[in-house]
């Protein structure tokens, strides 16, 4: 079949809109309508040419939902006119890292995922005969994709696509990475650094699990306003002080007893590990950093009781906790339409990676 798609013919270049051949979906796969896709941080730092795993030309695009139209042999999670969010972090429920009970990490198609192909080694999309490349097992800026049955989360059918398909990374990333690997109490103090659609959704999990100072730290004084809405108690503008880590030590009585880096700057993840209380603060990182760049501290800091980890999608397992999260959203639990900033249709999708860029959007939707 035909679908019309934003391609990521070369890196820093705009997309281009164009429609290609999509081979329909094989055992195991599902072939999925996208019906709106959320554009974030890390498809702009793919297509800028900072993924050590870019390939080009791709259909980039990781943050969708849309409907399930056609199902490949052996397929039996899902059918046709199912509503579902696309996974790049998949869940197999058989491999050793799902069967571990100790990560999200599934690794039953990473391989294959990471050079932009289907988990048989082949791509599904093709122009003028070229092979074009998948992306994080998803390629939600094209309008249909084929997936793997255990990349998608069945959602119930009464969510709205053009909100829902931000829990397909950002609103579960963050609001996971609080309660799935930070695992933040109520009374803890909690550090954000970098206040766009992660980090919000970070501020919005604190608020949630009861946390007590929520500060957030961001170089654009703009986010003051936009934290607050959503549980911040204090920001810091790291413009404004000559020593931002000793500044939040000081404002929290000894520091953090967590902190995010939501930036993927390595000199802020230092930051914000080092902004961690002595004997017991957690750092995580989200942000993902550009090939190349390394993290660096002195091991003291480690030595005296503070902890660095990370987490990929919010520690969260896609098939079990994104139904869930769209029930919280569904119910009010968290918020999503007010970050959703800008919607756009395919045409105007060049337009969404500016207006990141520029600091003027929280979350850009595409709707098909
Ligand atoms: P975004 O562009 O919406 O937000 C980034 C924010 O960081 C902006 O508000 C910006 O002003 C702020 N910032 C930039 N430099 C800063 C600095 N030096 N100090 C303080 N604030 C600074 O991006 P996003 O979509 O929220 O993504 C954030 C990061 O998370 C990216 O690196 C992205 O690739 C990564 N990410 C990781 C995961 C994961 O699973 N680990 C998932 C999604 C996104
Ligand atoms: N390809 C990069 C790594 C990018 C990365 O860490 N991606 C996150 C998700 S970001 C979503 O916006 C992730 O899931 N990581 C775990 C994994 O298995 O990729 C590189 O450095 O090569
Ligand atoms: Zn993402």
């Given at each position: 079949m035909k679908t019309r798609a934003a391609v990521a013919f070369e890196p820093k270049k705009p997309l281009e809109i164009v429609e290609l051949d999509l081979e329909g979906p094989k055992a195991g796969e599902v072939l999925v309508e996208i019906m709106a896709t959320g554009i974030c941080h890390t498809d702009a730092y793919t297509l800028d040419g900072l993924d050590s795993e870019g390939l080009f030309p791709s259909v980039l695009g990781h943050e969708g939902a849309g409907v399930v139209r056609e199902v490949g042999a052996g397929v039996t999670s899902v059918a046709p006119g199912d509503h579902v969010i696309p996974l790049?972090?998949?869940?197999?429920?058989?491999c050793k890292m799902c069967l571990s009970g100790k990560t999200n990490l599934c690794s039953a198609i990473r391989e294959t995922q990471g050079k932009g192909l289907m988990p048989d080694g082949t791509s599904r999309f093709s122009y003028k005969g070229e092979t074009i490349y998948h992306y994080m097992g998803c390629s939600t800026f094209s309008n249909f994709t084929v997936l793997p049955e255990i990349a998608v989360a069945k959602i119930r059918t009464d969510a709205p696509f053009d909100t829902s398909c931000y829990i397909g990374c950002g609103v579960t990333t963050g609001v996971g990475a609080v309660v799935n690997t930070a695992q933040v109490k109520p009374g803890d103090n909690v550090v954000v650094f970098g206040l766009g659609g992660i980090g919000l959704n970070v501020i919005q999990g604190a608020r949630m699990a009861g946390a007590d100072r929520i500060v957030g730290v961001d170089i654009n004084p703009a986010k003051r306003e936009w934290g607050e809405k959503f549980g911040m108690t204090d920001f810091v503008n790291p413009k404004d002080t000559s020593n931002v880590v000793a500044h939040l030590v000081d404002l929290l009585d000894g520091g953090a007893d967590y902190s995010f880096d939501c930036t993927g700057n390595t000199d802020v993840m230092r930051a914000a590990l080092e902004c961690c209380h002595k004997g017991w603060g957690t750092s995580i990182i989200i942000g993902v950093a550009e090939a190349g760049k390394e993290i660096a501290t002195r091991p003291f800091q480690l030595v005296t009781g503070r902890n660095w980890r990370g987490t990929a999608f919010g520690g969260a397992k896609g098939r079990t906790d994104v139904p869930k999260i769209v029930d919280w959203y569904m119910n009010g639990k968290i918020a999503i339409d007010p970050m959703i900033t800008h919607r756009l249709t395919l045409d105007e999708i060049n337009t969404g990676f500016d207006l990141m860029h520029s600091g003027e959007s929280i979350r850009s939707v595409v709707v098909y």
């Open positions: 790049y972090t998949p869940e197999c429920r058989a």
